[in-house]
């Protein structure tokens, strides 16, 4: 079994139960590889450096970051100088051998880079030009098949390498998904709340789980803001070949465990059909 985690950047996440428990998850004999995210630590960046940072809503509803070519400076800077390195680091000690990765490292996240983004401003759809972003269309299955036959556990995160040969931002959600779908792996993707609820502003709500279209459907229609790119990347996901996704909490006890063992919310290949 093989199991892609992927740990949320908001800073309401506290990624040190999620690393003991991956420790614990690869005692059972179950492959890991790590995708994780970093919107804070790039915020903070910017921050210190006098940058605001940007974000757009696309035509369909979905927010992420504008990266022009300085925020792009600083993504590679805390993304893989610091988020990467500080849980590569607390993973060796639990006792992991943990590999950092970006996507540009062996090609492992890679496709074409996107001239122009859709946005939505002012109620009025519009062209941006000048972001550097990508869309990820090939994993290098082979490089982290070869870590992970040899006891590794790889730890992944945007930049992807684009086909012009340039580094470019690429949401982490949906990273995470091309990677589960490669290895076809179970994606439990770790964030600050339970799951998906149907009222957002209501836990008791939590959707449990997502097995026929018609829950698909539902859950489609309950996912709003940043949950709206979660349900994105476990489409892409299932579609891809990942045997199933889960979306649950990162501060949870035994995160991990807790989502394989049924918390969190469920989607199923079957609500895709």
């Known amino acids: 079994m093989t199991v892609v985690v992927k740990i949320g950047g908001a800073r309401a996440v506290e990624p040190e139960g999620a690393l003991a428990d991956i420790a614990a998850v690869r005692e059972d004999g179950t492959d890991v590889a790590v995708v994780h995210g970093g919107s804070t630590a790039v915020d903070d960046a910017l921050e210190k ?17 504008f990266t022009d070519e300085e925020t792009m400076d600083v993504f590679k800077m805390a993304m893989s100088g610091l988020v990467n390195t500080d849980l ?31 946005v939505v401003e002012d109620g009025k759809k519009k062209i941006r030009r ?4 990508g869309k990820i269309e090939d994993v290098n299955g082979d490089l982290l098949s070869t870590l992970l036959e040899d006891g590794y556990t790889p730890v ?13 931002n690429t949401d982490a959600d949906r990273a995470s998904a091309a990677t589960a779908a490669e290895l076809g792996g179970t994606l439990v993707s770790l964030t600050d709340v339970e799951g998906v609820y149907r009222d957002p502003e209501d836990a008791s709500t939590l959707i449990e789980s997502v097995e026929t279209p018609d829950e698909y459907e539902e859950l489609k229609a309950a996912a709003e803001g940043f949950m ?46």
């Open 228 to 273: 709206g790119r979660k349900v994105m990347a476990a489409t892409e996901a299932l579609e891809g070949g990942a045997s199933e996704v889960v979306v649950a909490s990162a501060n949870a006890e035994n995160p991990i465990q807790s989502a394989l063992s049924g918390g969190g919310t469920h989607v199923y290949p079957s609500a895709l059909e």
């Open 88 to 118: 590569v680091t607390g993973l060796q000690n639990h006792g992991v051998d943990a590999v950092g990765l970006s996507g540009v490292d062996g090609k492992l996240l890679y496709g074409p880079r996107k001239s122009a983004v859709r």
């Open 49 to 65: 450096m006098g940058i605001e940072p940007e974000y757009v809503e696309t035509p369909s509803g979905v927010v992420g970051r």
């Open 156 to 168: 992944a995160s945007p930049p992807m390498l684009a086909d012009d040969g340039v580094a470019v």
């Open 130 to 133: 000048g972001d550097h972003s």
